[in-house]
C-alpha cells in the first residue's frame, strides 16, 4: 500500500525552527520527485519546496534560505528543515511524492 506520513509538526516561536519529516510506504522515494506543500487557512495550497530524482532542489521565493528539503533513501524518508520561522509560516505542510502521492498532513503553528 502506497502510503506518505508526516510528521514533525508543532508550535514554535517566531525565529525557532523546525524539522518535518515524510516517511514513504509502497514504494521508493528514490525513484520520484518529492515535493513540500502547505496550507494556511482561508489560503490555497501553495507549493514549498521540491527536489528531483537527481537530488535538485528548488525553493519558493517566501522560503529560500530559510528552508531544506533532505533526503535519506536508507530510510526512504524526505524531509523539511525549517529555521527561522515566521508567523506567516503557519500552515498545515504536505508531502507529495510521484507526482500523485500526498501525505496527510502535519500542522506547523509559528507564534510572536
Known amino acids: 500500500q502506497v502510503q506518505l506520513v508526516e510528521s514533525g509538526g508543532g508550535s514554535v516561536q517566531a525565529g525557532g525552527s523546525l524539522k518535518l519529516s515524510c516517511v514513504a510506504s509502497?514504494?521508493?522515494?528514490?525513484?520520484?520527485?518529492k515535493e513540500w506543500w502547505r496550507q494556511a487557512p482561508g489560503k490555497e495550497r501553495e507549493w514549498v519546496s521540491s527536489?528531483?530524482?537527481?537530488?535538485?532542489?528548488f525553493y519558493a521565493d517566501s522560503v529560500k534560505g530559510r528552508f531544506t528539503i533532505s533526503q535519506d533513501n536508507e530510510k526512504n524518508t524526505v524531509y523539511l528543515q525549517m529555521n527561522k520561522l515566521k508567523i506567516e509560516d503557519t500552515a498545515v505542510y504536505y508531502c507529495?511524492?510521484?507526482?500523485?502521492?500526498w501525505g496527510q498532513g502535519t500542522q506547523v503553528t509559528v507564534s510572536s
Open positions: 527536489m528531483s530524482t537527481t537530488g535538485t532542489t
Open positions: 507529495k511524492a510521484c507526482a500523485t502521492h
Open positions: 509502497g514504494f521508493s522515494l528514490s525513484t520520484c520527485g
